[in-house]
């Protein structure tokens, strides 16, 4: 799902933009909307909300989905502006924040916490979360969970005469399931040691601290039959469907297309790493009322539903299912089952531990 690319990137880029970024607070907004009123400073007056979001495919899910039914509801105009992290702390440092609410990776919102740059949330005025039943996990001081999505196996159906592999221990044996592999590179996200400490026995709960050391070991035992180490989300796809590899490692999402298409794809669930976007209020919003209004709206078992038919990302809401096509939630990150058979990614261990994985991804890609 390369629309929410940019904020996977986030562990990539780390904090070191945003100096380039103070110069560069021009913004480009895009959706409906008319100009900014403010009044008052707790934005109660206010006809217009401006919110942040990657834009994209998922930009016009959640206009179709949650700006526009809130609009309609609320006489709230919304505007969308499609930034980066380094923009956005750059204009809240200035206290000139040009956005109310953030939709941004969870793993940003560690960041932002650490820069006090985002507003503690008061839960207090968010009715709908009440009795929301979103996971710990995507409840910090300063964001909720807004939805899930996930890096997850795939495979062709016509490689393994009829078996199919159930596991990222099955992906590792190359003889049981043989043929080229691909995994994800540097470039394009973290890279998956979770898969291959999996791989290696290690249970779903005691992931966490990683044990890099194992990891590459187990990452090297494979590394002769990965074809390639992709660095976008269409990639996969494309080394899937011309048989230059048999599995591959992939952002859900990405192969719903040419699965529909006909062509003998499928994905494995088992081991799925979820990671799960978020919203927050910025320090200085303009537009505060209006604010906690949105995420409270976007909150709505129905409203989440209605964004998970549009959009391949997994509602936080475990409501949502109840009013979700049977066809649409057996293909979701967050559905019961899935919940139970994936992980989520530990963002703090990842955001400490960053610089020192990827420089000795470098060493080994390179060896």
Known sequence: MSDVRIDRRVFLRGVGGVAAGIAATSLTACGTGTSRSVGGGDGSDSKTLVVRNSGGSYGDANQQAIYDPFTKETGIQVKVVNIEYAQMLAQIKQGRPQFD???????????????????????????????????????????????YWASVMAYRTDAFDGKKPASWADFWDTKAFPGSRALQALDADLPELEFALLADGVALDKLYPLDVDRAFKVLSEIKGSVRKFWDTGALPGVLLARKEV?????????????????????????????????????????????????????????????????????????????????????????????????????????????????????????A
């Not at 793993?107 to 979103?134: H, M, P, W």
């Open 246 to 366: 048999v599995a591959s490692s992939v952002w859900h999402g990405r192969l719903d297309a040419l699965i529909k298409g006909g062509s003998p794809l499928a994905y494995q669930w088992n081991g799925a790493r979820r990671q799960s976007n978020a919203l927050g209020i910025p320090k200085g919003a303009a537009n505060l009322d209006a604010a906690y209004k949105l995420i409270d709206f976007a909150l709505r078992p129905e409203v989440q539903a209605a964004y998970a038919e549009i959009y391949p990302m997994a509602p936080s809401v475990p409501g949502a299912y109840k009013k979700l096509s049977a066809t649409t939630a057996a293909n979701l990150g967050s559905s019961p089952a899935h919940l139970e058979s994936g992980f989520d990614l530990d963002v703090e261990w990842w955001i400490k531990n960053q610089d020192a994985v990827s420089k000795r991804w470098q060493e080994w890609t390179h």
């Open 101 to 147: 609410v953030i939709d941004d990776s969870m793993a940003d919102f560690v960041l932002f916490k650490q820069e006090g740059a985002t507003q503690d949330l008061d839960y207090d005025r968010l009715k709908y979360f009440k009795n929301s039943g979103i996971a710990k996990a995507l409840v910090t001081s300063n964001a909720v969970g807004k939805n």
